[in-house]
Structure formats: structure tokens, C-alpha cells
């Protein structure tokens, strides 16, 4: 069931999640192969914690992988990833349903290289949703800033 901070989010914007079976998208191999569309649509929310104790959520393609010096740069701090733990204390969320929607306090940024999609696909709180939208629309609802994070998948 998508949590009603979600749906808030969704509907305020005209948006709606597409829900399947519990379990079924919690990667984004998994959510693309359920959706039926390219690995790189699935836009994965990653929360990272800062050395300067601050927590980070970054948006980006399924088929990438962050860059720490790309990260540094963006963020002007050295980042690890979240634990399971932070990652739902700090956004509500459990590790495979992250999503961008609703959560407070935390900047988030938007890959630039999620926007070659015309549909993207972000969780809407569980690891069974997605939402298809823009790239620009994710950019809207999430309220993130866009910035060059991550490494090309040949990288």
C-alpha cells in the first residue's frame, strides 16, 4: 500500500504509482523487468550520510553507480551510503520502496543522466510501485537540484 505522504505527494501533482505484488520491484532490475522497461528508467533513490553528519538523497538512472568524486564535488563532503536503519529512520522508508516523495530535510539531487529517459520510474514507498513521470516532474515533486553524479555504465 503506498504511504499516504506518498499519495499526497502523487496527487497534488496529478500523478498516480503503478503497485504490483509485495517483493516484486526492489532493484532496479526487478522493477524494470516487472515494469517492462529499460534498466536505466528505474530511477533508484540512494540515501547517503556525510561526514559532516548530514543525510543526502540522490536520484539516478538504474543502470549507474555513483561517483565519490563527482559526489564531493556536487556536495562538498565525502559521503558513504546509508545503513538500512538510517535510510528508513531518516525518510520513512525501508531499502528497496526508497522514494523521493515526502521526505523532509534532506537535500536531494537528480542525476543528470536520468533525463535521456522520456518516462522515468521512481519508487512510491514500497518494493512493490513505480511512478512514471518525467524527468523533469521527478525534478519538480522532489524538489531536487540536477547535477552530473554519476559514473556511465561502460565506466
Known amino acids: ?7 499526497a505527494a502523487l496527487d497534488a501533482h496529478g500523478l498516480s504509482a503503478l503497485e504490483f505484488e509485495p517483493g516484486s520491484t526492489p532493484t532496479s532490475v526487478s522493477a524494470a523487468e516487472r515494469i517492462g522497461v529499460q534498466v536505466g528508467q528505474i530511477a533508484k533513490s540512494i540515501l547517503l550520510k556525510g561526514k559532516d553528519d548530514r543525510f543526502y538523497m540522490v536520484l539516478m538512472a538504474g ?3 555513483l561517483s565519490n568524486a563527482k559526489l564531493k564535488v ?3 563532503v565525502k559521503t558513504r551510503m546509508a545503513t ?5 529512520s531518516v525518510t ?5 520502496g526508497v ?3 515526502g521526505v523532509e530535510n534532506v537535500p536531494i539531487y537528480a542525476d543528470e543522466a536520468l533525463s535521456e ?3 522515468v520510474y521512481p519508487a512510491a514507498g514500497t518494493d512493490a510501485s ?10 519538480a515533486v522532489a524538489g531536487a537540484t540536477v547535477a552530473d553524479l554519476s559514473k556511465s555504465p561502460e565506466e
Open 92 to 96: 520513512g522508508f525501508r531499502p528497496g
Open 84 to 88: 538500512a536503519e538510517e535510510t528508513e
Open 117 to 119: 529517459y522520456d518516462t
Open 74 to 76: 556536487a556536495l562538498g
Open 99 to 101: 522514494c523521493p516523495f
Open 130 to 139: 513505480g511512478v512514471p513521470m518525467t524527468f523533469d516532474q521527478l525534478v
Open 63 to 65: 543502470d549507474r553507480k
Open 1 to 7: 500500500m503506498i504511504p499516504d505522504k506518498v499519495r
